[in-house]
T-cell receptor
Framework: EPEVTQTPSHQVTQMGQEVILRCVPI?????FYWYRQILGQKVEFLVS????????KSEIFDDQFSVERPDGSNFTLKIRSTKLEDSAMYFC????????????FGDGTRLSIL | DAKTTQPNSMESNEEEPVHLPCNHS???????IHWYRQLPSQGPEYVIH???SNVNNRMASLAIAEDRKSSTLILHRATLRDAAVYYC??????????????FGAGTILRVKS
């Protein structure tokens, strides 16, 4: 069964550094999402992306965050200047069509900011 | 977003059925009821969804109350692998661009051998 893959599985970065988290969504999917989960807390929506543009973003997704689909397969989340509070699991998800289709999640990247 | 209420935790014995309840008294007529689960150290995983009628798939069954103000996810024979956090989420079927999932705290299901 096709799956969403995320790399790396664990990223350790110094505070203030830029980090790029990578995702390969399922190949025929058109809608892409990033979520995060701080340890012990709820899964939180960050951003959704369709047709090469952001369709919705949360308050968490400020100017320090950006997303990109640089080619036909990758979907990336960049944090420009990381803060300690960015430490979390980051999950990528994709869905074939938007409306009420199941979202397929990767196993996440654990981001640790030192 | 319409809210859902789930018990914090439940416990089940292996190979017995599990009924996970969800209340959504403010559900609108255009909301689908979705269930996801999150196994330890993994991303959320889609389980099932429905609108009005009961639904079955290979993972579970979804029983929806006639007034749609509550629903129950049914695992017919719990296994140790079903120990996870189960989330009941409402999604508006009208939203055009692929609506986000709004996760609550969910129900922690523990399965005893």
């Amino acid at each position: 069964e096709p799956e969403v893959t995320q790399t790396p599985s664990h990223q350790v970065t110094q505070m203030g550094q830029e980090v790029i988290l990578r995702c390969v969504p399922i190949s025929n999917h058109l809608y892409f999402y990033w979520y995060r989960q701080i340890l012990g807390q709820k899964v939180e929506f960050l951003v959704s992306f369709y047709n090469n543009e952001i369709s919705e973003k949360s308050e968490i997704f400020d100017d320090q965050f950006s997303v990109e689909r640089p080619d036909g397969s990758n979907f990336t989340l960049k944090i420009r200047s990381t803060k300690l509070e960015d430490s979390a699991m980051y999950f990528c998800a994709s869905t074939e069509q938007g409306r009420n289709q199941p979202q397929h999640f990767g196993d996440g990247t654990r981001l640790s900011i030192l | 977003d319409a809210k859902t209420t789930q018990p914090n935790s439940m416990e089940s014995n292996e190979e017995e059925p599990v009924h996970l309840p969800c209340n959504h008294s403010t559900i609108s007529g255009t909301d689908y009821i979705h269930w996801y689960r999150q196994l330890p150290s993994q991303g959320p995983e889609y389980v099932i969804h429905g609108l009005t009628s009961n639904v079955n798939n290979r993972m579970a069954s979804l029983a929806i109350a006639e007034d749609r103000k509550s629903s129950t996810l049914i695992l017919h024979r719990a296994t140790l692998r079903d120990a996870a956090v189960y989330y009941c989420i409402l999604r508006d079927r009208i939203t055009e661009y692929g609506n986000k999932l709004v996760f609550g705290a969910g129900t922690i299901l523990r399965v005893k051998s």
